[in-house]
């Protein structure tokens, strides 16, 4: 009926504004934070990362370095590594 679509409409208008965006938002700030933190934690301690990085410090800068290495991180090995360095 139209009571009812009238019904769905605004509760599914209130979910995505009071739930979802919310939500959406709270993910976010915590993967930037752990970006962030893990950015800072190689750059104090460039020797942790593999090999292939270490050597790539001869031609590029260690910003460079670090972020190449994060962002070939796969999402588990990333959760993984933040757990080892913060949270154990």
């Known amino acids: 009926s139209e009571e009812v679509w009238t019904a ?7 979910m995505f504004e009071r739930v979802y965006e ?3 938002i709270s993910i ?3 993967s930037e934070r752990m970006l962030t933190q893990m950015f ?3 750059m104090k301690n460039v020797d ?7 050597k790539l410090l001869e031609t590029e800068d260690k910003e460079t370095a670090v972020c190449d290495y994060i ?3 796969t999402d588990n090995f990333f959760i993984e590594q933040y757990k080892k360095y913060f949270l154990v």
């Open 8 to 14: 769905t409409n605004e509760l599914r208008k209130f």
């Open 22 to 24: 919310l939500a959406n």
């Open 28 to 30: 976010q700030e915590r």
């Open 40 to 42: 800072e934690y190689f």
């Open 48 to 54: 942790k990362m593999p090999a292939p990085y270490l």
């Open 71 to 73: 962002s070939g991180m």
